[in-house]
């Protein structure tokens, strides 16, 4: 593991980032950044979580055992944090996205950039959240808009463990500089064009995991498991081509790499819940006390889907067990006993 206390991004200029959100993901990345020499200012919404970041350099709350990089100031006024900040990095469960992006919209300028690291759909419209935030800035001052994927778990990348991401604008350079920005030793960040792709690459991964996490719940074994990430991996794709992405976006980083991490990883929200319907859990507590982005993108993307033509049965396995019109075991039972290569 490396010193976190060192600069590992020597050849990048230095550059004044907003994070906005200090969860799990929100403070791993804003590790990152102090740890390649960058100034850091890190916006909550949890005071709690602000007072500990400045007086114990931790987070216990999302990131226990995590000594946070001294670099990393806690701001509690959120036009402090975004003044004269060259990145904004939003870091928010997908559904306050919305309403965090039409607070900063009269704090932006056009020359500063926006990644949002979240991964979902919007409630409602189903919108990219991409799509959401530049909605919501408007166009009078809007700045360049992107997205982070990819198979990171926060603590790890936190702790400085190996860790490769993709961020994807669709402007290139706004790509490349964010790449700048991040990449290090530890941290390897790789870069697209195709902001649609990734981001619905992100938000099936989760919904795909969910189907993982029943295998494991219902101990079906690794051969099972592996069939199911097989065919999950074909519905991405076609998912993904259908509704504007490009297919290749989907074998990345954004889509297989990170179903291997959502779909296998004990820290893993989507995985667990998917484990606790597999098993017969009290799931619907763990959904109520927990983000778990799968559970709504399953049924925005079911919707989206529904006129497609597509034959997605996973999907709609997936679907009808959140929606409880069938038991895991009864739903999955049926998913093998029908299923059929053509």
Same mark, same amino acid.
């Given at each position: 593991?490396?010193?976190?206390?060192? =600069?590992?991004?020597?050849?990048?200029?230095?550059?004044? !980032? %907003?994070?906005?959100? $200090?969860?799990? #993901?929100? &403070? @791993? /990345?804003?590790?990152?950044?102090?740890?390649?020499?960058?100034?850091?200012?890190?916006?909550?919404?949890?005071?709690?979580?602000?007072?500990?970041?400045?007086?114990?350099?931790?987070?216990?709350?999302?990131?226990?055992?995590?000594?946070?990089?001294?670099?990393?100031?806690?701001?509690?006024?959120?036009?402090?944090?975004?003044?004269?900040?060259?990145?904004?990095?939003?870091?928010?469960?997908?559904?306050?996205?919305?309403?965090?992006?039409?607070?900063?919209?009269?704090?932006?300028?056009?020359?500063?950039?926006?990644?949002?690291?979240?991964?979902?759909?919007?409630?409602?419209?189903?919108?990219?959240?991409?799509?959401?935030?530049?909605?919501?800035?408007?166009?009078?001052?809007? =700045?360049?808009?992107?997205?982070?994927?990819?198979?990171? !778990? %926060?603590?790890?990348? $936190?702790?400085? #463990?190996? &860790? @490769? /991401?993709?961020?994807?604008?669709?402007?290139?350079?706004?790509?490349?500089?964010?790449?700048?920005?991040?990449?290090?030793?530890?941290?390897?960040?790789?870069?697209?064009?195709?902001?649609?792709?990734?981001?619905?690459?992100?938000?099936?991964?989760?919904?795909?995991?969910?189907?993982?996490?029943?295998?494991?719940?219902?101990?079906?074994?690794?051969?099972?498991?592996?069939?199911?990430?097989?065919?999950?991996?074909?519905?991405?794709?076609?998912?993904?081509?259908?509704?504007?992405?490009?297919?290749?976006?989907?074998?990345?980083?954004?889509?297989?790499?990170?179903?291997?991490?959502?779909?296998?990883?004990?820290?893993?929200?989507?995985?667990?819940?998917?484990?606790?319907?597999?098993?017969?859990?009290?799931?619907?507590?763990?959904?109520?006390?927990?983000?778990?982005?799968?559970?709504?993108?399953?049924? @925005?993307?079911?919707?989206?889907?529904?006129?497609?033509?597509?034959?997605?049965?996973?999907?709609?396995?997936?679907?009808?067990?959140?929606?409880?019109?069938?038991?895991?075991?009864?739903?999955?039972?049926?998913?093998?006993?029908?299923?059929?290569?053509?």
């Amino acid at each position: 593991m490396l010193n976190p206390y060192t =600069p590992h991004n020597l050849n990048a200029m230095t550059e004044i !980032i %907003a994070v906005v959100g $200090a969860g799990n #993901m929100g &403070t @791993a /990345v804003a590790q990152v950044l102090a740890s390649n020499g960058h100034t850091v200012r890190a916006w909550s919404i949890e005071t709690d979580v602000l007072e500990e970041m400045r007086d114990q350099q931790a987070n216990t709350k999302y990131l226990e055992g995590v000594e946070l990089h001294p670099g990393i100031e806690a701001v509690w006024d959120l036009e402090k944090a975004v003044a004269g900040s060259d990145v904004i990095v939003l870091s928010v469960p997908s559904q306050i996205v919305a309403g965090m992006a039409r607070d900063l919209s009269p704090l932006l300028r056009p020359e500063q950039i926006v990644l949002n690291v979240a991964k979902g759909l919007e409630s409602g419209t189903n919108c990219r959240l991409s799509e959401v935030i530049s909605r919501e800035l408007g166009t009078k001052t809007r =700045p360049a808009v992107g997205s982070m994927g990819g198979p990171a !778990i %926060a603590i790890e990348t $936190a702790r400085g #463990m190996t &860790t @490769a /991401v993709i961020v994807a604008f669709e402007d290139e350079n706004s790509a490349r500089r964010v790449q700048g920005l991040l990449q290090n030793e530890w941290v390897k960040v790789d870069t697209t064009t195709d902001l649609c792709g990734l981001e619905l690459s992100s938000t099936l991964k989760n919904v795909y995991a969910i189907a993982l996490g029943v295998c494991d719940g219902m101990g079906l074994g690794a051969n099972t498991k592996a069939f199911v990430g097989t065919l999950a991996m074909d519905e991405m794709g076609r998912i993904c081509e259908a509704l504007g992405g490009r297919h290749a976006t989907v074998h990345g980083l954004a889509g297989l790499g990170d179903l291997l991490t959502t779909g296998y990883s004990k820290h893993s929200r989507n995985r667990t819940i998917g484990e606790m319907l597999g098993s017969g859990d009290d799931w619907r507590r763990f959904r109520d006390e927990k983000t778990v982005e799968g559970v709504v993108a399953c049924g @925005a993307i079911n919707q989206l889907m529904s006129e497609s033509g597509l034959d997605l049965p996973l999907l709609g396995t997936i679907d009808a067990i959140l929606c409880e019109r069938a038991a895991a075991p009864v739903a999955m039972g049926e998913f093998f006993g029908e299923f059929r290569y053509r």
